[in-house]
């Protein structure tokens, strides 16, 4: 099996920055993408960037400029740098691969970090 753990979420003033990670574990055999998306209350689940090696990296048009995704392939973990946070950038953020494992391709989800931008 293959699990998502996310870290680095908060409370952070208007203009703050925060920096999330997910690190996969288990039987990976490789990781085909690497995504964050997030989930505003009563909003519907959207995609804040995306990587994989044949389509390049992705931002959503209301977080380019400001945030900037990463990854350490060595260590299966990728981030997502948040600066000049907005109030709107207020959600559960999540990270998300397509994970090609033991038992074959996977699709995976962490278990969400909340991210709070507020004064």
């Known amino acids: 099996q293959v699990q998502l753990v996310e870290s680095g979420g908060g409370l952070v003033q208007p203009g703050g920055s925060l920096r999330l990670s997910c690190a996969a574990s288990g039987s990976i055999v490789s990781i085909y993408t690497m995504a964050w998306f997030r989930q505003a209350q009563g909003n519907q689940r959207e995609l804040v960037a995306h990587f994989s090696s044949s389509t390049g990296l992705k931002y959503a048009e209301s977080v380019q400029g400001r945030f900037t995704f990463s990854s350490d392939n060595a260590k299966n973990t990728w981030f997502l740098q948040m600066n000049g946070l907005k109030p709107e950038d207020t959600a559960v953020y999540y990270c998300?691969?397509?994970?090609?494992?033991?038992?074959?391709?996977?699709?995976?989800w962490g278990q969400g970090t909340q991210v709070t931008v507020s004064s």
């Open positions: 998300n691969a397509q994970i090609l494992a033991t038992r074959g391709l996977t699709n995976n």
